[in-house]
């Protein structure tokens, strides 16, 4: 979905030819940082704002505020009780390495076991069994689920006590790249096109209608 609204955008933006290419979580972010990438699309966190110029709107705006789980988990029972972080304490927390808002909105003291990219937490989760919950948005979870042959294994809750769960995604240019600001003033003007929203309604309708049947 993402890689589908951003060249949909760019189809605002006479001039510019977007190449998509995907990494590990990690090593993207350093690409961008050292100027071998020019862009990403992520949340504006202060390590980030550093190195990256972000365009004022969010392109998403994803609810993170959902604990995903194995249905068949012995420790399922803590999980869906849970309502505080104090009640997952003993539990394994799948993570994804260098995902900020993570480090920032899950407490220390709940126990990591970290992971390089998205679809690894399925794995870790459902097949190695190596720890007991991660967090993802719902549209996530379902299409990964989906896609990785474990739909019938996912658990998901709604956990209201996950701080800043919605989670605003921005394109980030990197500072170094040559005429950023033409760029940036390009993109800005783009997100307010009303063809624009209307198509990237359409898109995400399309990829949000996975949880229809879950």
Known sequence: MFK???????THLPGYKPVFQTFPWPRAQLY??????????????????????FVTDATFVWDYGYLVYDLANPKRQQIENARSFEDLRGLLFVSQEKVEWEQENVPAFIARYFVNAPHALLHMTFLRKSGD???MSPEQAVYYARQLGYERQLGMR??????NSQVRFHIGIRKTYPAKAALL??????????????????????YMSVLSTQ
Do not use: H, N, W
């Open 4 to 10: 589908e609204v951003m060249a949909l955008l760019f």
């Open 32 to 53: 961008v940082m050292g100027g071998e990438m020019d862009m990403f699309c992520t949340f504006p966190s202060d390590s980030r704002i550093a190195y990256a110029d």
């Open 133 to 135: 919950f991660f967090i």
């Open 158 to 163: 709604k956990a209201a006590f996950i701080p």
């Open 185 to 206: 003033a390009a993109l800005e003007a783009a997100a307010q096109s009303p063809e624009y929203l209307a198509r990237k309604r359409l898109i995400e309708k399309r």
